[in-house]
């Protein structure tokens, strides 16, 4: 178990989104992610602790897109479905905070570390879709931050097992807690 105090944690949850969690995943579904996340939200939201939800979107030229050279873009087949970017359903509540991004990371080029500032966040719970890309990017960059960071290995989902695997077990203890979804419990 670990216990964390309710007005000083914030929940951050990356990229579920209709064109992110519809992909094949490992170990778990787009739709099991989304309803385990669910579940840690409403926790979140009944000590009054903020949730906040990130998702990746860009400009329709993508003018606002990473233009660096890499070996392997990231271009969709087909390219995005016009619902690409919005949330999977039911998982947002009006008093939620909204962060869209347009990398991976969900520091770099946005108002979340205001936001968690502005609110006296010192620790961050995080989860979401890819394991191993937007969380693993945000939560060196919270790390990076000064953020207390705790992340929840059963709300990930990456494209293969050995990537959860090697994130989990090799990265994110180096990064903060990893703990599953029922050890986190709020200090109201």
Known sequence: MISLPARQTALVLIDLQKGITELPLAPRSGEDIVERSKTLAARFRAAVSPVILVNVAFAPDFADAVHAAVDRPFSPPGGFAP???????????????????????AFYGTDLDLQLRRRGITTIVLGGIATNLGVESTARAAHEHGYNVVLVEDIMSTFTEAMQRFACEEIFPRLGRVVASDAVTLDV
């Open 83 to 105: 619902d690409w970017a919005e949330l999977a359903d039911g998982l947002a509540e009006p008093n939620d905070l909204r962060v869209t991004k347009r990398q991976w990371g």
